[in-house]
């Protein structure tokens, strides 16, 4: 499926679960509600797949800015801080983003899923509660690929291939500070999970369940 831009994962779910009297149906893959793109939907016996697709390479296309910061690093929240961008060496950008590339640790956003003493990060988050004061879990992530345009600087289109459970956020996040200024995020789009293509998928309006068997 191509998720809609505010839809969170589990409202494609729900939709396609009373759309096609799924008993068993599930998502391989969260993607954040302002993001779009491939979803890959379980259902009937290949539910006890999603940790397969789970597993398989991502890649994403978007467009992250420099000079100013959100709290959750994208448009969902307002923003909070401006940086300078005038001491930026465009031609360094290139060896920016390759310095990403290869397998590295990563501190996930405080917006986002992840339990930590038994509540979500993002939970914490609008409780006010700032990321350095929580003890929150790096994770191993492979960023295989890093392609970026800057004709438009300061905003950045991007090109991401990488390993599951990494977050986009963050690397703009890092980015952002590797050039010791800031960013955020203005678009995200997953276009592949393994051999999976956004061009295959269809949306929640063309969806039609009578065109499936659940086995």
């Not at 690929?145 to 459970?165: M, N, Y």
């Amino acid at each position: 499926m191509d998720k809609p831009a505010t839809w969170t994962s589990f409202d494609v779910v729900k939709k396609m679960k009373y759309a096609g009297s799924f008993k068993k149906i599930g998502h391989a893959g969260t993607l954040d509600p302002l993001a779009t793109g491939l979803l890959i939907i379980c259902v009937g016996k290949y539910t006890k797949k999603i940790d397969y697709f789970q597993s398989l390479t991502k890649t994403y296309t978007g467009t992250f800015e420099l000079g100013k910061t959100t709290p959750s690093i994208d448009l969902e929240t307002p923003f909070d801080q401006e940086f300078p961008i005038d001491h930026i060496d465009i031609s360094k950008l290139k060896e920016i983003s390759n310095s990403f590339v290869g397998e590295s640790q990563q501190a996930p956003p405080i917006y986002s899923a992840i339990k930590l003493n038994g509540q979500r990060l993002y939970t914490h988050a609008r409780n006010g509660i700032q990321a350095e004061d929580l003890a929150i879990k790096l994770r191993d992530v492979h960023i295989y690929s890093f392609d970026i345009d800057v004709a438009q600087f300061p905003e950045i289109h991007f090109k991401i291939t990488c390993s599951k459970g990494t977050y986009i956020r963050s690397i703009v996040r890092d980015f952002g500070m590797r050039v010791n200024s800031g960013a955020y995020l203005k678009k995200l789009v997953r276009t592949g999970i393994g051999e999976y293509r956004i061009e295959h998928a269809q949306t929640i309006s063309t969806f039609d369940p009578s065109n499936y068997e659940t086995l």
